[in-house]
């Protein structure tokens, strides 16, 4: 066992690609004894896989694992588990009809033919108490709440005699007193010389409660520091890339104060998946001919956002207009039907039926207007002409062929939905994403037909996780963390450092209620500059 | 007083409810581990033929019944290669479980030079106990007049419930049929769980099959299961996947099967259909009143992960 | 070091392989089946030569193939048209029941003077509506309380067999013959037969053609076919394109039950002459989602697979003249089924066989 301080996990020229992506490239990491390591970057930065292969769960093309100074090859969870390492997921991994003790004993091999509990919790008692992870041995998973099942999780793990402790975004889940509950027993684990890694996209979080940062950016190191030497800015410039972003105000400043409003969302509340407050009161308007952006780091309510504005997801307050109609309790195709258009986040599933071809694909939303039907029966050539004239206008290829979507490339899917939806009769484009995972030659096509909404009058809601992609087409960007609009910029007035922190929550802009920001159209640069 | 009808019936209802509570057990511990095998009444019937068969090439009862879950262990291997590792829907392929099972075992049965029926020279079932307690009064023959697979099948029942709730196999077979991702993390194989149980749920159907046939009836012919089978498969939900309320339900609907004839002695005109209809009836409506309400639904333990083939793949 | 075997997923195969797993799936079942035969002391080229002769080789023969095929056509596509939405009726059984016993009641209800061709459109449509009503026992459930529609449509099965031995076995009811010695229903009136084509083959072989024909043009050329396969492919988008689940969930759980039900008119009609639930109750139902899983779904792929099912059952009768069991046939539809479903994996995936990789390997 390594004396606190001494390196205990080393990552060496890590390579792991997924369909020729590479997710990892030559990444590299090292974990000290005792140390809270800080893993930093933006969605599809490589964290989630540099910390599944530690886990186990992914096998690395290439590159080296080194435990105390020996190669060591993790080729499942267990064997990752029996090295000491154990990683508590997002989505914790806990059979909910069992209960804690049984949690953690579940797949046990020491664990003998009876099921002897008592001991388990004596032994729960004891790891609970050295760490401060106060949880009720009989309770039901289900009965707990997300904070309680996360100790759940890392008693699991300490259980199982983890000494390295991987935590992937452990506070995204947890209300605001939960969090404080985690950092403390943060740090009983490195007073007890266990590592933990740290993997996190707020700035607080890593500044406040780490050791050291390792910051990665697309798949690469970006830098490591002593927690205690940088500063969030600097921070910020490393994990977005701040060198690079494009200068503010590129592109034609316009303005709107006289437009009126296409699409005005005002205090809008969600509730998300879990039962949390997903949209916290957010106020957002875009007008006529405007491209209003929303920055932020995924998970912080964007998805639950366009799902309301869609009518996918039942809100719990607030309210939504198109124009001057009020949609609030609008049915999906009443919506669509009043001048909405919507391309969500997830193509295939959502976007596009994935079974079905992609001629079908394109008719999805008038498949039962004229001429592509009548009185309930198709017209095969109608919908044929209909795709025809969408895939040449849009550049969308086998709109003839007979094969499921699922099997098409998502450059050329994302045009099919930009299709289907900027050629139906709209006000406002709602856009989420719409070139991530594409080429260059698709993102750009994307990008033009975005910026041809605004040419016609229309007002554009764009939601994207490339913050270049943002300030190369927004009029007005603003800032959501944790479900709410934290700050908004105009291209003249953005400061892409003081972006960065609000996006990863270091800072909150307004300070003050959150309809400050929609209704500060020309932009109002209120925050200080960053530290 | 040992001959009222009360009691006779009693005991009559243990003895139908036998076979249906040996194919019930083994289809909960099935379900438990997230695969449905809705094949129950064609591996009775395999077992019932296949037991019959050694019963009258042996004359040994537990090589009968061992034969008779053997055979519809085997049947139910198709069924976990199908569904665990090939992920044909599992609906599909239960029903052509009672396809086939129905198939070979009334080809079976009837086909070579002397049919079963006309060589059977009988399987001796003797009871387990001493006369004297047998001939107490009421409790003689319905707690100690039986024969030994009646106390066998009540050892199973609280071996499994003991298994389920009190042993490290038993959570991991229940975890894998709550949440299969989280049982794979665990380090478990959820794969070769589900291949386990799925033969074990084969084997408890196939038992059934072959005491039905050698003991209830004590002959075999075609079909001879006459639903049981899927009344096991109403049974596993009615008594919510645990093994004490599978034996309380297997022998209430034994006595429905029987209950007819009773009341007809009793002079009591109601007609056996409408008997014969209540395990149905009931499981409908039940449910239908348990999916009306979320939390119940919770309570009463449907595995989670019930009919969905795993692949760590497609989480 | 062991050698690990994965599965994963495979575009499209190209044609030759599309059409030479079933035939090779079809191969495997029968080899399978012959080493049955031999086992039981027959030779399984015999065998096969009579089920060839006995239910397709020949007009005759063909006739009884096809009579035995109608009812499965229509219950294939009751399971089918379910299916295809991922609603999972197998309660055609029961549906089945309850079409017959309502086309048998009204055929003896109505004067048996009425005219042929409105009799039978009465008592075909009442075995197609009483279907639908008894699939809406469960489709209500599932669609307002989500009930898993599985065990509903299941129990309701024998509900419905229940009720139809009742009928004639348990009581002296409206549909049974009170003057016959044993317990048996009333023959109904000529009026109510269908027509015959030939032999005893009927129309109502080309009433299933029909709806197959008719619900394969659904799927694909209608609004309606359009939403159910888009429900039954992606619910979210589905959602996302503003189609209600909840009205679909009932229409196509009643369009299943009212196939099933009219496949028991027809039955009653064409067939047996009178509600014989002996002669009904032969899991029509349950291989009808045997013949739509081989079908893969499609209306159209049902009639042949229906067809061959038939023939199989055709020839049952013949084998015994060779000595063998007629149950082989409901082994051999059961192996066939087992085959191909084990070929349609194997068609849409591919086996990998890779060596552990060592997470220590380098580039």
Known sequence: MAAVGETILEVRDLNKAFYGVAANDRVNFDLRAGEVHGLLGENGAGKSTLCSVLAGLYRPDSGEVRLDGQPVSLRSPHEAAEHGIGMVYQHFRLVPSLTVAENLVLGLKRQGFRLTLRAVQNRVAAIAEEYGLTVHPDSYVWQLSVGEQQRVEILKQLYRGARILILDEPTAVLAPHECEKLYEVVRHMAQQDHSVVLVSHKMEEILGHTDRVTVLRLGRNAGTVNTAETDAASLAAMMIGAEHMPEAGEHALRRFDDAPAVLSVANLEVVGDRGVTAVDGASIEVRRGQIVGVAGVAGNGQRELQEAIAGLRAISGGSIRLGERDITSASPRERSAAGLAYVPEDRLGTGLASGLTLEENLVLKSYREAPHSRWGVLSSRAIASTARDLAEGFDVRGARSQMAVSLMSGGNLQKAILARELTRTHDVLVAASPTRGLDLAATAAVRTHIRAETAHGRGVLLFSEDLAEITELADLIVVMSRGRIVGSYTPETLDIAELGLLMTGAQDQTAGPAESAAESQAGDPAGSPAG | MNDTVLVLSIVSAIVAGTPILFATLGEILTERSGVMNLGVEGMMLIGGVTGFWAGVQTGNLWLALLAGGLAGAVLSGIHALLAISLRVNQIVSGLALVIVGGGLSAFWGNSGDAPLIQSFNGVRVEPLLPEALRDLPAVGPIVFGHDPVVYLSWLIVAAAGYFLYRTTPGLSLRAVGEDPAAADAAGLSVTGIRYLFTLVGGFGAGVGGAYLALVVLGTWQTGLTAGAGWIAVALVILAGWRPWLALLASYVFGALRTLGFTLQIAGVEVPSDFLNMIPFVVTFLVVIVVSANPERARRVGAPASLGEPYSREAR | ?363
Do not use: C
């Open chain 3, 1 to 363: 070091m062991s050698l690990r075997i994965g599965v994963e997923p495979r575009a499209r195969p190209a044609l030759p392989v599309r059409l030479g797993v079933p035939i090779a799936s079809l191969a495997a079942a029968g080899l399978v089946g012959a080493v049955v035969i031999v086992i039981s002391g027959a030779n399984p080229l015999d065998a096969y030569q009579t089920m060839l002769d006995s239910s397709l080789k020949g007009w005759r023969p063909l006739t009884r193939t096809l009579v035995l095929a109608t009812p499965l056509i229509l219950t294939g596509l009751a399971a089918a048209v379910a299916f295809r939405m991922k609603v999972w009726n197998i309660g055609a059984e029961g549906q089945l029941y309850m079409g017959a016993i309502a086309a048998a009641g009204l055929a003896v209800a109505l004067p048996s003077g009425t005219p042929k061709v409105l009799m039978l459109l009465v008592i075909l449509v009442a075995g197609a509506v009483a279907g639908a009503l008894w699939a809406g026992l469960a489709a209500l459930p599932k669609a307002y309380f989500n009930t898993n529609e599985v065990i509903t449509t299941l129990m309701l099965n024998f509900v419905a067999l229940y009720f139809m031995n009742y009928l004639i076995f348990g009581s002296v009811s409206f549909w049974r013959d009170p003057q016959a010695t044993f317990p048996q229903g009333k023959i109904i009136p000529e009026a109510a037969l269908l027509p015959i084509i030939s032999h005893r083959l009927h129309y109502g072989l080309l009433i299933a053609l029909g709806a197959a024909l008719v619900l394969w043009w659904s799927l694909r050329g209608t609004t309606w076919g359009f939403e159910l396969r888009t429900i039954g492919d992606s619910p979210a988008a589905s959602r996302y394109a503003g189609m209600s689940v909840r009205g679909k969930i009932l229409s196509v759980l009643a369009l299943s039950g009212a196939l099933a039900g009219l496949a028991g008119a027809i039955e009653v009609s064409g067939v047996l002459k009178t509600l014989d639930p002996r002669a009904i109750a032969t899991e029509l139902g349950f291989t009808g989602i045997v013949v739509a899983a081989v079908a893969r779904l499609n209306p159209l792929g049902v009639v042949p697979v229906a067809v061959l099912l038939g023939a199989v059952v055709a020839s049952g009768t013949n084998l015994q003249t060779i000595g063998i069991e007629a149950e082989i046939v409901f082994l051999l539809q059961g192996l066939i089924f087992l085959f191909v479903a084990s070929g349609e994996f194997f068609l849409s995936n591919r086996l990998v066989f890779s060596r552990p990789a060592s997470a220590v390997g380098s580039a």
